[in-house]
């Protein structure tokens, strides 16, 4: 079973690029799912990029599956 490495802390992100939490990739905007809007009206994005949160979500998936297949 292959485990997701420790998060990031993202400190050089942009108006058009994020630091994915989970790899520690830089990638652009659209590479990250939306979150909502901050107090200011301005588009949030989730700390994960699109992959991680795929890989992320399937592997809790998987977990769960065996947790109640007991």
């Known amino acids: 079973m292959t485990y997701l490495p420790d998060m990031f802390v993202a400190l ?8 994915c939490g ?5 990638k652009e905007l659209d590479q990250f ?4 809007k ?3 009206g301005r588009v949030k ?4 990029c699109k992959d991680c949160y795929k890989r992320t979500r399937m592997l ?6 065996k947790g109640s297949a007991k």
């Open 12 to 19: 050089n992100d942009s108006d058009t690029h994020r630091t």
């Open 22 to 26: 989970t790899c520690g990739k830089t």
């Open 60 to 65: 809790e998936a998987n977990m769960k599956k």
């Open 38 to 40: 901050d107090s200011h």
């Open 33 to 36: 799912y939306k979150d909502g």
């Open 45 to 48: 994005y989730r700390r994960d």
